[in-house]
């Protein structure tokens, strides 16, 4: 018996030995993202697709036409604080650059159709709330958004080939909304993707030789891959 006993310690005393403790177990079970602090920094690059914008005319000419533009490329550098599992703060800087393409519309009952050789650069600056359902896992779906400040800086070279070369630059408040998700890679390190509606404040009302422009909020649709580093 005593011998059987100690035979069965022996056994357990190895086990114990090669098994981790229950609390190495947890950690090991855990996945990367849980296992560091609740600051992250990251940078998001993608593409940039803006909406048509829509303007009308009245007065000395009267119509409505909509300026179309090219898709381009966007950055954006972001820094974050999970209050909680769920819940995490987020500011960020992006920069996009797209041109513009053409015009498309009625001027008094007449079709019209001009080429423009344009290129708007955009800063944008925003405080955003995100939401993760599912808590901070290997695999995190999100939902957030927030408001900030957009600035537009625009040069018009020529339209259907007459010179202009116009410029201007303008800020206006702006909102984004975003669905993304988070991927852990690395103990400290996830990559994801993000899909972000941008919305500027855009929209004004111009009177220039007897004819008065009104122009819509400016919108777009961003396209990013996310690398992010959790401290």
Known sequence: MLTRCAYLVGTMLTLAALLPAPEAQAQLAQPATMNVGRAYVGVSP???IPNDLHGTFSGGLVGSGDISFK???TVT???????????????????ATFDEDKFSG????????????????????????????????????????????????QKINSINGVAVNTSSSESHFAANLMLGFDIAVARRWS???RYRFLWVNASSTDTSGGVTTKQDDFTAHVL???ATFHF
């Open 46 to 48: 993608g593409v940039i």
């Open 224 to 226: 990013t891959a996310t």
């Open 191 to 193: 990559v994801g993707g």
């Open 77 to 95: 550098g972001f820094i974050g604080y999970h209050f909680n599992d769920v819940l995490a703060g987020e500011g960020e800087l992006g920069f």
């Open 71 to 73: 898709a381009g490329p």
């Open 106 to 153: 009625t001027f008094n009952g007449v079709p019209v159709s001009a080429s423009i050789d344009g290129r708007i650069d955009s800063f944008v600056a925003f405080g955003n709330l995100i939401v993760t359902p599912l808590g901070r896992s290997g695999f995190a779906p999100y939902i957030g958004g927030g408001v900030g400040v957009a600035s537009l800086d």
